[in-house]
């Protein structure tokens, strides 16, 4: 292993890859999106999703205005948007009537979801703190649209056979999701392989 202190030499992308997600605003008449990579689900009671978005950023003035966002996840087929709304700014474009965005309205708050979407979140700015050159923006998912093919029903998983979500590699490159071989671990997998357990009482050492 290669061992360097300076993340600007070393890169700061190993966690990649990753599904990236387009956040879409709407502040009045105005509308953008930006793709992001930097994110994560945080609570289940509430629901809680956030995303960090650079202050910068067109969509994050319209963001502060707003208090609300979508999250929406595209499949491989859709990474023209993806990459499209990731590298092009609202200041200098109205991306959704240039790039022919298609919108769904939500059904809570004003901004819309992406018709391509196999999946989007309707979330309200709950909190926001300031991470570094980042903004890490929580909200509360209030909503949650998805295509009914696209999730395993019994275990609400991405159903590989059904959508070939695009991941994210890095660079500009992107990937698809494929499953070249699929395995179930569960607790009760596990304990089936055998393997050691502790007995009553045994200390660790
Ligand atoms: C794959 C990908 C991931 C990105 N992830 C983030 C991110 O997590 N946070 C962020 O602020 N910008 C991220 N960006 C950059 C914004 O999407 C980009 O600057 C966009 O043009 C901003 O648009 P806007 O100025 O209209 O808001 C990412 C771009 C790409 C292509």
């Given at each position: 292993?290669?061992?360097?202190?300076?993340?600007?030499?070393?890169?700061?992308?190993?966690?990649?890859?990753?599904v990236?997600?387009?956040?879409?605003?709407k502040?009045?008449?105005?509308?953008?999106?930006?793709?992001?990579?930097?994110?994560?689900?945080?609570?289940?009671?509430?629901?809680?999703?956030?995303?960090?978005?650079?202050?910068?950023?067109?969509?994050?003035?319209?963001?502060?205005?707003?208090?609300?966002?979508?999250?929406?996840?595209?499949?491989?087929?859709?990474?023209?948007?993806?990459?499209t709304?990731?590298?092009?700014?609202?200041?200098?474009?109205?991306?959704?009537?240039?790039?022919?965005?298609?919108?769904?309205?939500?059904?809570?708050?004003?901004?819309?979801?992406?018709?391509?979407?196999?999946?989007?979140?309707?979330?309200?700015?709950?909190?926001?703190?300031?991470?570094?050159?980042?903004?890490?923006?929580?909200?509360?998912?209030?909503?949650?649209?998805?295509?009914?093919?696209?999730?395993?029903?019994?275990?609400?998983?991405?159903?590989?056979?059904?959508?070939?979500?695009?991941?994210?590699?890095g660079?500009?490159?992107?990937?698809?999701?494929?499953?070249?071989?699929?395995?179930?671990?569960?607790?009760?997998d596990?304990?089936?392989?055998?393997?050691?357990?502790?007995?009553?009482?045994?200390?660790?050492?």
């Open positions: 292993m290669k061992v360097e202190r300076s993340v600007e030499k070393a890169g700061f992308y190993h966690y990649y890859p990753v990236p997600v387009v956040v879409a605003v502040a009045g008449d105005q509308l953008d999106a930006l793709t992001c990579a930097w994110y994560t689900a945080l609570s289940f009671d509430p629901p809680l999703f956030g995303v960090a978005i650079a202050p910068k950023r067109y969509s994050y003035q319209l963001l502060k205005k707003s208090g609300e966002f979508t999250a929406n996840f595209l499949t491989f087929d859709n990474v023209g948007i993806i990459a709304v990731g590298r092009t700014s609202g200041k200098e474009v109205d991306k959704f009537s240039a790039y022919r965005i298609k919108t769904l309205p939500s059904t809570v708050i004003k901004t819309p979801v992406l018709k391509d979407a196999y999946a989007a979140y309707e979330c309200r700015i709950v909190k926001q703190y300031k991470t570094g050159d980042h903004v890490f923006i929580v909200g509360e998912v209030l909503a949650v649209h998805y295509k009914g093919n696209a999730f395993d029903k019994k275990d609400k998983m991405p159903d590989l056979k059904s959508v070939t979500p695009a991941l994210y590699l660079a500009d490159n992107y990937i698809a999701i494929k499953s070249f071989g699929q395995i179930r671990m569960g607790k009760e596990i304990l089936k392989r055998g393997g050691p357990r502790r007995k009553k009482g045994q200390k660790t050492e």
